[in-house]
């Protein structure tokens, strides 16, 4: 008997013969739902003018969090969310090109106690995720890819839009179904979309879950990540939405946060850090009008597939029993990609296009900066918990911080699962994390006892309670955030005690990762 199997049946034993809580009695499926890219307000429960009525259905019948965390970048922040370890832990803060080592997944935490476990979309690593507890996989190893055709040019299509890697001017995206690697992946299917097929596959599998058997499923995509592609008849319907232009959108989505509860008290509005609109000509405001309603019908599709996924549950019977967990990897992004003989509109296979620094800041009210930033814009992500069954304060908003971290413990906690310190022959690392099961249960009285940590590339931060310290590059700011949530009145001078003990608690932390201390 293999050591991998061993401990499988230990774990099995534990987890059927437990009486500890009632939730082991009856274990929930699992659902996690991760998008890329997206910002905190671009959900019509944070804020959005766009139309995310699936989602929404989730929010206010769940709870949100306002302070929920990632690590500003796509594939430390999914490491993160998979392991409960810091990226750093399992090196993950410089690249994804190596294995997750000292680390048990989700996927390999709900197999042992005798899941079925599922994962759909994109991974962002060289690792198959069918050797890492997943019964199947289907999707997008790489960080992004064309929506329409990942691959080679189809009969009377115009050439795909391709990024290119390792400073190649086109490199194809290792795309997998059910865990056979294929580059480049041309689909047949005219009707072949990213977000569209990404659902389909976890559907299907779905039809073939034995009824006794609880599921987790990881359902990871790449929208609104660029490309920016989008359905035409999604598109039209944003197409005059956005002419407006950046403040009246940021304005407003303000005003609805307001009104819906769902940011800390005191926080205002930062400061624009978008060009004036009427500084445009109309070329270029029809240009970044297009620009935004392409990204919102991403959003607007996402949420139609949520709505399959939710009638595949009410139809199977299996929606009560279910928790969901919905949630964005970075914020929004103010990167810009551009690449060279791009043709067609804004939103065709034949145009890659990103979002840029101007909406992104739109993207993410109310807060400073963007992706790769550890300022609150950049890490800062919406998470819903939807659980019919056991969520009794439908709609609450939870204001304690977690981070990605905290996913794992938590889900650990809920289905009785033990954590084991040795696994398929490597040590396991204790998680830093925290279990927020208290919250989604009713009890808004826990705290966080351990700060939380950010680097990546020039970003680097630690919250302890309301304190938080946030350097890009060399100098550090210092922020009240129950007081200043927007971090706009520095306190570095006025409350040096506070920076020597938070940065003496980073560089405790960087330290163990050969991190430069700064």
């Known amino acids: ?30 659902i996690l739902i991760l998008v890329d890219d997206m910002g905190f307000s671009d959900l019509g429960a944070y804020g959005s003018e766009i139309d995310t009525p699936n989602i929404d259905r989730l929010a206010y019948n769940g709870v949100r969090f306002s302070n929920a965390y990632n690590t500003s970048k796509c594939f430390p922040s999914r490491a993160a969310l998979l392991t409960g370890l810091y990226s750093q832990q399992i090196g993950y803060h410089k690249s994804f090109r190596q294995p997750m080592l ?36 289907s999707g997008l190893l790489d960080g992004a890819s064309n929506h329409f055709n990942p691959g080679l040019q189809r009969e009377g299509e115009g050439q795909p839009a391709q ?24 689909p047949k299917s005219k009707d072949f979309y990213t977000t569209d097929i990404f659902t389909n596959y976890a559907l299907d599998w779905m039809d073939k879950i034995k009824p006794e058997k609880p599921f987790f499923l990881y359902l990871s995509y790449t929208a609104p990540h660029d490309p920016l592609m989008a359905w035409p008849k999604d598109i039209e319907k944003y197409k005059d939405r956005y002419l407006e232009g950046y403040e009246v959108i940021r304005k407003k989505r303000f005003k609805k946060q307001k009104q819906l509860g769902v940011l800390p008290k005191k926080t205002g509005l930062s400061k624009a850090q978008y060009i004036d609109w009427d500084s445009l000509d109309p070329e270029e405001k029809a240009d970044e009008s297009r620009t935004m309603a392409v990204y919102a019908a991403m959003i607007d599709r996402l949420d139609q597939n949520i709505g399959k996924l939710l009638e595949k ?18 914020g929004g992004s103010s990167e810009v990609v551009n690449i060279p003989g791009g043709t067609g509109l804004i939103g065709s296979s034949t145009n890659w296009k990103s979002l840029g620094k101007n909406w992104a800041n739109v993207s993410n009210t109310p807060y400073r ?51 084991p310190e040795y696994l398929n022959g490597n040590t396991i690392f204790p998680s830093p994390g925290e279990s927020f099961l ?6 808004s009285s826990v705290k966080r006892d351990a700060p939380i940590f950010w680097q990546w590339r020039y970003g680097k931060a630690v919250r302890d309670e309301n304190w938080k310290l946030v350097a ?10 129950e007081s200043d949530p927007i971090e706009e009145i520095n306190l570095i001078e006025k409350e040096k005690k506070k920076l020597t003990e938070l940065k003496a608690l980073y560089e405790n932390w960087a330290s163990q990762f050969e991190i430069t201390k700064r």
């Open 369 to 419: 900066e963007y992706k790769n930033w550890s300022y609150e814009g950049g890490i800062k992500t919406p998470l819903i918990v939807y659980w019919p069954k056991k969520i009794k304060t439908k709609g609450f908003v939870s204001h304690k911080p977690i981070h990605f971290i905290d996913f794992l413990p938590t889900l650990q906690e809920l289905i009785g699962a033990n954590y």
């Open 438 to 443: 208290p919250q989604l249960l009713g009890d």
């Open 472 to 481: 890009h590059k060399d100098l550090w700011e210092l922020y009240n955030l």
């Open 102 to 137: 000292n680390a048990i997944t989700l996927g390999e935490m709900f197999q042992l106690v005798g899941y079925t476990t599922l994962w759909s979309g994109k991974h962002h690593s060289t690792e198959n995720p069918v050797d890492r507890g997943f019964d199947h996989y």
């Open 163 to 186: 990024k290119g890697l390792r400073n190649t001017p086109i490199s194809y995206r290792n795309w997998v179904i059910e865990g056979e690697v294929y580059n480049p992946y041309t």
């Open 313 to 330: 549950l009410e139809k199977q019977g299996k929606l009560d029993n279910t928790l969901i967990l919905f949630t964005s990897d970075n």
């Open 1 to 30: 008997m293999s050591f991998r199997t061993l401990i499988s049946l230990i774990l099995l034993s534990s987890f059927l013969n437990s009486s500890q809580t009632p939730l082991q009695k009856s274990p929930p499926n699992i």
